[in-house]
């Protein structure tokens, strides 16, 4: 007696195309929920898609520091009617400014040239008119203007009144700009964002417990941080400054007092 066989049966294959199609209808369903639940979740900090339930509040922080750095502009113009002349004399006296802020102690780094041109000068002169015309008026060279400026920086602001002075007796046509800096403001400056966000988040924990919700997490940051403005100092220029180089000067008291460093943040919360 023959043993008992059993029927094997093929699925068709067009069964298993729908099976197959169906499968991956199903995965595909899956893992579109699964992103759906998870973009829920996520959060953008500083856009448009944000969380809905949020506060917003802000906070300041100040650090006041010492200046450790003077900077100020010199200049040097000079006219001729040759363009070599107007230079020759420009050099010479900016070559005496630069000779003495080095033996003052200003370090060659500490001395750059910003500006430097040289420009033609012109009359004009009106034709007489008549009755019947008006011709137009005669434009002259009458010779050339050369400039040169120097940013320098002096690393003991005390010294700065000196260096003003100093520069004037030396033949500086305009002395300006002068601004009292510190050289690692970047320390400071986080110090006061620290202020900043630390009197902000305080604000918000206080919010939330009025309102009888918590604090989650930070959805939005801004900050806005200030600075201060450069104090200006204007010289005599021109005449006036050489006339004053003629008699015994005195260096200006310039106090540097103190800089203020401002952080002022915008933090926005998401709460629950």
């Known amino acids: 007696m023959e043993p008992d066989k059993k029927e094997i049966r093929i699925m068709p294959p067009d069964l298993i195309v729908k099976v197959g199609a169906a499968a991956l209808g199903m995965l595909a369903l899956f893992l579109l929920i699964m ?7 996520f959060r953008y900090i500083g856009t448009g898609v944000a969380a809905t339930n949020t506060i917003s509040v802000t906070g300041e922080g100040e650090v006041f520091a010492v200046p450790d750095r003077a900077t100020f502009t010199v200049t040097v113009r000079e006219d001729a009617e040759e363009v070599a002349d107007a230079q020759d004399e420009a050099t010479k006296k900016m070559n005496a400014i630069i000779e003495y802020v080095k033996a003052a102690g200003v370090e060659e780094k500490n001395i750059k040239t910003v500006s430097y041109y040289v420009n033609p000068k012109y009359e004009y002169t009106q034709a007489v008119c008549t ?4 011709p137009p008026s005669n434009q002259v060279l009458v010779g050339f203007e050369v400039s040169q400026t120097l940013e320098i920086k002096v690393e003991d602001p005390k010294k700065a009144g000196e260096l003003l002075s100093g520069v004037g007796g030396k033949g500086a046509s305009e002395v300006s700009g002068l601004s009292f800096t510190i050289e690692d403001e970047d320390a400071l400056r986080a ?3 620290t202020q900043a966000i630390t009197e902000a988040k305080e604000k918000a924990d206080a919010l939330a417990k009025e309102l009888g919700v918590k604090v989650v997490r930070v959805v939005g940051f801004y900050e806005d941080a ?3 403005p450069p104090m200006p100092y204007y010289g005599k220029g021109g005449v006036a400054m050489d006339m004053a180089a003629t008699r ?3 260096a200006p008291e310039l106090p540097a ?4 460093i401002v952080s002022s943040v915008s933090v926005t919360y998401e709460i629950r």
Do not use: D, I, P, Q
């Not at 007092?257 to 203020?260: I, S």
């Open 226 to 228: 200030g600075g201060y």
């Open 131 to 134: 009755n019947f015309s008006c």
């Open 257 to 260: 007092g103190e800089n203020k």
């Open 191 to 193: 110090e006061a964002r």
């Open 35 to 41: 992103t759906l639940s998870e973009l829920k979740e």
């Open 248 to 250: 015994e000067s005195v």
